[in-house]
């Protein structure tokens, strides 16, 4: 199993600033996903973030504005860049194994005003 | 975390047939929901039900829910090769932070 943890756990931002958001894997993992998850919502997956390479990145979601590091196997980053209100949402990043399983981290929950 | 258990843990039918499976929850929900994830892929949304709301469809899935019984089924019709994922359902708890709460997963496997 992995432990994954994140931080900040929540933030209060102002609009047009940007957020970096950390995430660490206690042990190797194969994949990391970053998710956002509206209040009461079903995640979306945002973008897979590569190990030394460019984020793959799902529809609706651009580099310019979600982008993503992943400098080793163990840790993540995902900025939300020149935010608006429509940016506060909870952000998840997860680990996975070769055999899919997946663990999730406790997630940043933002609000922007 | 897991609360919400799943059954089969893995399913190999013939293209063509009908694919249900199951997932069971132990405490009250807002929502439950069922996600795909294929081979190195993301989890991605299939389709969220309510508490209040009995039944969903949405395509070649319909989902049920039974919050007497706490369970909650997914059938997909006439199945496809591209079907072949895990799948995993996952709850809203009343009263929580918004995290959600995965099951264990089922492994699809759909043969030519």
């Known amino acids: 199993s992995a432990v994954i943890s994140q931080k900040p756990s929540r933030d209060i931002c102002q609009r047009g600033t940007s957020l970096t958001i950390q995430c660490q894997v206690d042990?190797?993992?194969?994949?990391m996903f970053w998710y956002r998850q509206q209040p009461g919502q079903s995640l979306t997956l945002i973008a897979t973030?590569?190990?030394?390479?460019?984020?793959?990145?799902e529809s609706g979601f651009v580099i310019d504005k979600f982008p993503i590091s992943r400098p080793n196997l163990t840790f993540s980053t995902l900025t939300v860049s020149n935010m608006s209100p429509e940016d506060s949402s909870i952000y998840l990043c997860?680990?996975?194994?070769?055999?899919?399983?997946?663990?999730f981290g406790p997630g940043t929950r933002l609000t922007v005003l | 975390s897991q609360q919400g258990e799943e059954d089969p843990q893995a399913l190999s039918i013939q293209e063509g047939e009908n694919a249900t499976m199951n997932c069971s929850y132990k405490t009250s929900i807002n929502n439950l929901q069922w996600y795909r994830q294929n081979s190195g892929r993301g989890l991605v949304h299939l389709i969220l039900i309510r508490s209040n709301e009995r039944e969903k469809h949405s395509g070649r899935l319909r989902v049920t829910l039974d919050t007497s019984k706490k369970s909650s089924s997914l059938l997909i019709t006439a199945s496809r090769a591209a079907d072949t994922a895990s799948y995993f359902c996952?709850?809203?708890?009343?009263?929580?932070?918004?995290?959600?709460?995965w099951g264990a997963g089922t492994k699809l496997i759909i043969k030519p």
């Open positions: 973030a590569n190990q030394g390479s460019e984020a793959t990145y």
């Open positions: 042990s190797q993992v194969t994949m």
């Open positions: 996952a709850t809203d708890e009343w009263d929580s932070n918004y995290q959600l709460i």
């Open positions: 997860s680990g996975g194994l070769r055999n899919n399983e997946q663990f």
